[in-house]
Every structure is written in C-alpha cells, then in structure tokens.
C-alpha cells in the first residue's frame, strides 16, 4: 500500500519540487546509513511526506549534503535530513516488516519471508525504541489480517484499521499537535487503503485475493464503481486536508498542499482512465453523492 501520496510534478514550482526530492534523497540515504540496502528497497513517498510534514510543523535544524546513490551513481545531488528523517526511516522499516509478515502468512510468498527475515534483527531493536507503536501496528494488522480471512465486508471498518496505523505512525510523540497528526494520519491512511482495494480489484478477483470492494464491483457498471469510489475517496482527503490546515505549518506548505490537494489522486485518476477510457474524467471536488454511503468515522482518533 504505497505509492499513492505522491506529488503533481506538472503543477508544482521547479524549487519545491528540489526541496521535496531532497528529503526524499535524505530519507533514502536514513534507510542506507540505518539499515543497508534492505532498507534503501523499502523507500516510501508516504513517509516522504511525513518527514516534510513533521519539519513544516516542527522546524527542526535540517542539514543538506551532496552524495552519491545507486540511482545516479555519477552525479551527486542534494540530500536533506533531519531528526524525523530518521524517524520516518524507522516507522518505514516497521511497516515494511509487518506487511512482509502478512504476505507471507497469507499468500505463502517467499519472497516476503525473505525480506521479513532481513529486517528481523532491525525490529527487534526498534520493538525496544518504540514498545507501544509497535504493539499497535502488529495488533492492527493482526486484525486486519482476521477479517480478511472472515471476508469482512465493512469497508470503513477494513479502512478504518489501517487508517489506525498511519495515525500511530503520524503522532511523533504525546504534545499538542497529537491528535490533529492523528487524524491526518488515520484519513490518509483510509485513502490508501481504499485506493489499494480500488487499484488491485481485477487482479484480486483473478487471483482470488481479499479485497472488500468485489461485491460492488461485480454489481455496478465500471463508471458508477469508480464514481462511488472517489466519493468515498474525496470524502477522505477532505477531512484530512482539513486537519492540516489547522496546523501552523508555513514551511513547505506548498509542496504539502501540492500532494493532499493534487497528487494523491494521481493514481486514481490514471487507473480510472486506463480502466474506463470512454468515460469523462470529472474532477476530483466532485459534489459527493450515491452509491456508496459512508461514514469518515469510524475511529477513536476523530
């Protein structure tokens, strides 16, 4: 479930979109200095947007160097870091492990054994650093992996879990800006999960995988499918946005906006098109309305 808290590169200024790449570099590089190159593989644009949520909010001292990677080996480019960056790193090997786990546990993979076993030493160090973020994620999951065997087919339910997770990940620490990091944690993560079921339904219904969306896929025409998942999509990301905007965050505004506004419905946007290329595209404030009926609720972080 990753890749979808992206930037518009299109819509964004030529230096917000260097500032951006240079976190993204600086967490990259966290991954390397932390974990190797198992870590470096499981890079993430979503933890690259809370390492820039957390500096905008935070303001720390952040320290910008030239360096070296796999991906431009010749050329050095500017990497920036801070200590979120470090914390992002961590949270991403977490996540990264416990999803290992669970598609190992639940579809056999081997190759999710694998890297699970890879980063098994690395967790047993951060189940010390932070005891209580890691009972939650494991418990979540664990949850989330229960229904999936039940068939659960509640959406916000099934959402509504690992929106839990990225709420846990979100809250850096116990002080006032908590609960609102909370709750734009726990929505975005409710958009991803959607969006993963939205992407995936053909591939799962093939493979016979979970996915909590079947039902309605199979009852609905494509169009009205995909226009009752970006209600519930939209629905999301305005509670989210809305959180945010609470913050005092003036530093690297723009490039957040650019995502929580733009970016995240990249994906959305390009699967609809390539599933549906007849159908015109409407834009994503969209006036929410049937089919689907659901509530952004669901959670103890509202």
């Known amino acids: 479930m990753v890749g979808y808290v992206i930037i518009n590169k299109a819509e964004m200024k030529f230096k917000d979109y260097d500032v951006y790449h240079a976190f993204y570099c600086g967490l990259c590089q966290s991954l390397k200095d932390r ?3 198992t870590g470096q593989f499981t890079l993430s644009y979503d933890m690259t947007f ?3 949520l957390l500096s905008g909010l935070y303001e720390p001292e952040t320290t910008t160097e030239k360096v ?3 991906t431009h080996p010749f050329e050095k480019h500017p990497a920036s870091s801070n200590m979120y960056t470090d914390y992002a790193a961590d949270m991403n090997i977490l996540l990264s492990y416990y999803k290992c786990l669970d598609d190992w546990r639940d579809e056999g993979k081997r190759s ?3 890297a699970a076993r890879s980063l098994h030493k690395d967790v047993v160090r951060l189940r010390e650093q932070y005891p209580k973020k890691c009972r939650f994620i494991s418990g979540r999951l664990k949850k989330l992996s229960q229904l999936e065997k039940e068939n659960e087919q509640n959406i916000d339910m099934m959402a509504g879990l690992f929106g839990d997770i990225m709420a846990e990940v979100f809250a850096w620490k116990e002080d006032y ?5 909370r709750k734009i944690g726990f929505f975005l993560g409710k958009f991803v999960y959607l969006m993963d079921a939205y992407e995936d339904i053909e591939k799962d219904i093939k493979n016979n995988n979970y996915n909590p969306f079947i039902e309605r896929y199979n009852q609905m025409e494509p169009a009205v499918f995909a226009e009752g998942v970006k209600n519930m999509l ?3 990301m305005a509670e989210c946005s809305r959180e945010f905007e609470k913050l005092p965050v003036l530093r690297y ?3 957040l906006r650019n995502i929580l506004y733009s970016g995240v419905w990249y994906r959305y946007n390009d699967v609809t098109q390539k599933r549906n290329p007849d159908e015109e595209q409407k834009n994503t404030d969209t006036e929410m309305t049937e089919p689907f009926d659901t509530d952004t609720g669901a959670s103890k972080h509202e």
Do not use: F, K, P, Q
């Open 68 to 70: 070296n990677c796999v």
């Open 234 to 236: 939209t629905m999301m």
């Open 253 to 255: 505004a723009e490039i």
């Open 177 to 181: 800006w908590a609960s609102s990091l």
């Open 112 to 114: 999710s054994y694998l």
């Open 50 to 52: 809370l390492v820039i």
């Open 35 to 37: 974990y190797g190159r």
